[in-house]
């Protein structure tokens, strides 16, 4: 599977769009990204997952680029509860998740 | 029900004890895995049960013993742990490897294990 590099931490005001960027310049024309979360003291939390176009849920968005070398994960209003730990997961499919060190969010007033 | 529950919530043992780790979906999902997290780290695989048959194992040392009586429970038996086990071990279930690439794994909470 692809490796990811995130940044460590990012901030973001409440009520604001969060836009967390991930880097995966060595995926596979069969992989796919994923994005899990990870809040305080629980189980990691899955968000979305694209291969090429854009998706969005009830969650948040995915804005893949077209080379596939990148994606950014949107939280359109990010609020408090959105505080945690986002993975981004490149694999090609099958039971198996190799989670990065992630970014570490932090939503503030 | 899209539930994995786990107990115990937290264990403290010590490196001469046996013991246990529950996990319990009913969701109907045919895979289970088992993950371990030290603190301030990503989560680790360690074990893949695929309709009930361990289909992947992490390298693990055998002082962990994995188990899956059903499609609706998986053991984790830990014998002779060493105090560097001490972390969060993790449960997910997700629905089968014929689903792809979905491949959403739902969590519990975890078991807190402190090795002395």
């Known amino acids: 599977d692809a490796k990811t590099t995130q940044p460590p931490s990012m901030d973001c005001a409440e009520g604001r769009a969060a836009n967390l960027p991930c880097n995966h310049s060595t995926i596979s024309g069969n992989e796919y990204v994923y994005w899990y979360r990870q809040i305080h003291s629980q189980g990691p939390q899955y968000i979305i997952h694209?291969?090429?176009n854009n998706e969005t849920n009830e969650m948040a968005s995915l804005i893949i680029t077209e080379d596939r070398k990148s994606s950014t994960l949107i939280l359109p209003h990010a609020t408090l509860r959105d505080t945690a730990v986002y993975y981004c997961?490149?694999?090609?499919?099958?039971?198996?998740?190799?989670f990065g060190t992630g970014t570490q969010l932090k939503v503030e007033l | 029900d899209t539930e994995v529950t786990q107990t115990p919530k937290h264990l403290v043992m010590g490196m001469t004890n046996k013991k246990s780790l529950k996990c319990e979906q009913h969701?109907?999902?045919?895979?289970m895995y088992w993950y371990k997290q030290k603190a301030k780290k990503p989560p680790e695989l360690m074990f893949v049960y695929s309709y009930e048959k361990l289909s992947i194992n992490e390298s693990v040392p055998s002082r962990f013993s994995p188990e899956c009586p059903n499609s609706s429970l998986l053991n984790l038996h830990l014998h002779a742990l060493q105090p560097e086990d001490s972390a969060l071990y993790l449960c997910?279930?997700?629905?089968?490897?014929?689903?792809?690439?979905?491949?959403?794994?739902?969590f519990g909470p975890g078991t807190r294990l402190t090795v002395l």
């Open positions: 969701m109907g999902h045919r895979a």
């Open positions: 997961i490149v694999t090609g499919g099958g039971n198996k998740l190799t």
């Open positions: 694209g291969l090429k």
């Open positions: 997910a279930s997700s629905q089968d490897e014929g689903v792809y690439p979905y491949n959403e794994q739902f």
